[in-house]
């Protein structure tokens, strides 16, 4: 029964709120460095890698973008033919 479960909680999920600027910065010259000698390859930021970054971090956006669409646009489109056709006969059968 639907009614009477109690939700889990949430677990829980520990996210910095303070960075440390000398850590970042020696970060980033690691990474200046690794370039230069040729390890990694320059960063060049592409229209589509931001794409769904979004719903990867939040469960609901995830769920929600999982979720199959179970509406379609033809499957909408012969609903409403069908109820006009529907609401004609009522019409015409009661005048």
Do not use: C
């Amino acid at each position: 029964m639907g009614l009477f479960q109690t939700r889990e909680p949430r677990k829980y999920r520990r996210i910095s709120i303070y960075t440390s600027e000398r850590q970042d910065k020696l970060d980033k010259l690691v990474q200046d460095v690794k370039r230069e000698i040729g390890e990694l390859t320059p960063e060049t930021i592409e229209p589509n890698h931001f794409k769904g970054k979004f719903s990867e971090f939040t469960p609901r956006a995830k769920r929600a973008s999982e979720r199959e669409h179970r509406l379609t646009w033809p499957l909408a489109l012969v609903l409403i033919l069908v109820l006009l056709f529907l609401w004609r006969y009522i019409i015409m059968g009661l005048l």
